[in-house]
Structure formats: structure tokens, C-alpha cells
């Protein structure tokens, strides 16, 4: 089982880029799934997450810029990144509870997103 990320790249201030992460392999089931990002000497932080049945919850920092959304027949999330800022510069990466009887913490490989001018 593993979760690709996509989606990545450098934008300028205010631009929008749309992130995507799909699981695959033998799932037999996903619970919650979302986003993290961190930044250089700082710890891993929350950006947005999902549940199964729809509950969001967002950091306060993105609040109002990004959505996430979720395809649960593809097993794919997405993050749709808005009025960047440059503080949102920063390795993103997807998250996923999966598993059968147990969920289990399964993470992308990361991917980078840079908003400078």
C-alpha cells in the first residue's frame, strides 16, 4: 500500500496550484486522509484533513484559501491550494489512515511547493 503525491511546483503570490495524492495496493479500507506540510528546522504541521464521512478540519492558517476534497471510488484526495502566500512554501505531504481491522499511518513521498515572485 502507498499514497503518490502530485501536484507541486513553483507559483507566484496569489496563484493556485491543486495538489493530488492516490493510494493503492491491497485497501482494504481508509479512514481519515489529509495534508501536512513542513518547512526546514520546523516540526510537521496539519494543513487540512478529511474523514471518510466527510468531516474537514483546516489549520487557521489556510482557512478560506485552500479546500480538500476527497474521491473516495479513486482513493484520492486533493488539496486545491488559493491566494498562495509565500509562507505556504513548503514540502507537502499526504496522509492516510488505511487498514482493515487496525488503520495504520501511511505517508506520500512529499512534494514541493514554492510561491515566490
Known amino acids: 500500500v502507498q499514497l503518490q503525491a502530485s501536484g507541486g511546483g513553483l507559483v507566484q503570490p496569489g496563484g493556485s496550484l491543486r495538489l493530488s495524492c492516490a493510494a493503492s495496493?491491497?485497501?482494504?479500507?481508509?479512514?481519515?486522509m489529509g495534508w501536512y506540510r513542513q518547512t526546514p528546522g520546523k516540526q510537521r504541521e496539519l494543513v487540512a484533513a478529511?474523514?471518510?464521512?466527510?468531516?474537514?478540519d483546516y489549520a487557521e492558517a489556510v482557512k478560506g484559501r485552500f479546500t480538500i476534497s476527497r474521491d473516495n471510488a479513486n482513493n484520492t484526495v486533493y488539496l486545491q491550494m488559493n491566494s498562495l502566500k509565500p509562507e505556504d512554501t513548503a514540502v507537502y505531504y499526504c496522509?492516510?489512515?488505511?487498514?482493515?481491522?487496525?488503520?495504520?499511518?501511511?505517508w506520500g513521498q512529499g512534494t514541493l511547493v514554492t510561491v515566490s515572485s
Open positions: 496522509h492516510a489512515l488505511m487498514g482493515s481491522n487496525y488503520y495504520f499511518n501511511y
Open positions: 495496493g491491497s485497501i482494504f479500507s481508509i479512514g481519515a
Open positions: 478529511i474523514t471518510s464521512g466527510g468531516r474537514i
